[in-house]
Structures are given as C-alpha cells and as structure tokens.
C-alpha cells in the first residue's frame, strides 16, 4: 500500500488560504486519495476525495497533478473553526473498506486570529 | 440518519475491571471498524468487520481485547483485565462498499475516552 508523507505542523492566520500537501510516491493506478478532518475530541470526518486533476466541493479544493505522487488539499479562507489535523488516505475503496488505508500521524493545522 | 453512535462517552475504571465499549453503526453500511487513537500511536485500527463477521483482527493488540458483532445493528469491544495502557480514546467507524462508484467513506462516532487508573 502507498505510504503517504505529509507536514507534522501548519501554522496560519484567518483569512488566508491553507496548502497542505500529502505525498505518495507508491501510488497505484487504482488509488484514490482521500482526506479527512479531525477536530479535538471527535472522530475523523471525510473532506473530499479525488483520483487525477481537481475536485472541489464546498469545504475544500483537492489538485492532484498528473503522476499523481502528491496531492494537495486547499482549504481557501480559513477561520478559526478549521484549527484541526488533517489526515492524507490513499487506497482503492476495498483498501478502504478493508481498514488498509492507515491513518499516518496527520498535519495539525493551527488558525491564528 | 442519527451517525454512528457510541457508548460510553467516557469511562474511568480501576485496572482488572471489565470494560465494554459498544456501537451502532450506519443503517445499512456493511463494514464496521473499530479504532483506537492516543497520543503516541495516533490512530490505530484494531479490527473490522463485514457483514457482521471479523476479517482482520491483526490490530488487536492482545488476548485481552475481543469483539463482537452480533448483528448489524450492534457490536462491543470488550478489555478484560483492563490496564493502565488501555487508557485511549476509542472509535467506531462503519462504511458502505457501493462498488465502483463509491468513496469508501468512513464514518466515525464521537468516541469512547477510556482512562484505566
């Protein structure tokens, strides 16, 4: 399965666009790539998911250039309420649904009013 | 639909007692995940479930863990003797595999924080 690499720690201010970018040399051709959010003392909630190109949906933006070794998550404008860790996810959905995508350590993203 | 819903929320016991976390998944997803997260090991998952049978136990970390699901509605995850460094927060997640067209989805409670003193 393709181990994912992401930033441990992200620091930003309200208002500004976030980039966190995951990388996942190992990908195979029938992976997806999958982030989800996590906020103290929850459980972890799907953001968005893509194959190639760009998805966007109404919290976030996913770009996944065309080797697709990396992927970045896009979270325009951010406010306070999107101080969380990030989790980066890659696996086909029976990876997925076989609890075979892990988790990884995540990015914890810090807003600073 | 009411989410993947946990009990206990929260649980404080003294080590050697039993304790048991339980779960209701989605209506209808087939795949029930059980997950353990603290700080050092982050999130880890223990066993899931397909159709109300385990498939992949591998996570659990010894004989005194054990689950169940005795139907799709419902599952425990039981410690017996508990210890110390049982003390975690504690999820359950279900998922539906909706074939070619599906996300592969995972939806998590809220979490059972566990502190054995």
């Known amino acids: 399965l393709a181990k994912t690499t992401q930033p441990i720690s992200m620091d930003s201010y309200e208002g500004q666009e976030v980039n966190i970018t995951c990388s996942h040399n190992?990908?195979?051709?029938?992976?997806?790539i999958t982030w989800y959010q996590q906020f103290p003392s929850q459980g972890p909630r799907f953001i968005i998911q893509g194959y190639k190109t760009k998805v966007t949906n109404e919290v976030a933006s996913l770009f996944i250039p065309a080797d697709r070794k990396s992927s970045t998550l896009s979270l325009p404008r951010v406010s306070l309420s999107d101080t969380a860790v990030y989790y980066c996810l890659v696996g086909d959905n029976g990876d997925t649904n076989a609890g075979k995508s892990t988790f990884g350590d995540g990015t914890t993203l810090t807003v600073k009013p | 639909d009411a989410g993947v819903i946990q009990s206990p929320r929260h649980e404080v016991t003294e080590m050697g007692q039993e304790v048991t976390l339980r779960c209701k998944p989605i209506s209808g997803h087939d795949y029930l995940f059980w997950y353990r997260q603290t700080m050092m090991r982050g999130l880890e998952l223990l066993i899931y479930?397909?159709?109300?049978?385990?498939?992949?136990d591998s996570g659990m970390p010894e004989d005194r863990f054990s689950a169940k699901m005795p139907n799709a509605s419902f599952s425990t995850l039981k410690i017996q003797p508990s210890e110390p460094r049982d003390s975690a927060v504690y999820f359950c997640?279900?998922?539906?595999?909706?074939?070619?067209?599906?996300?592969?989805?995972?939806?998590f409670g809220e979490g059972s924080r566990l502190t054995v003193l």
């Open positions: 479930f397909n159709n109300n049978v385990p498939i992949d």
């Open positions: 997640a279900s998922s539906l595999l909706s074939g070619l067209a599906g996300t592969g989805e995972l939806f």
């Open positions: 190992n990908i195979a051709t029938n992976d997806y």
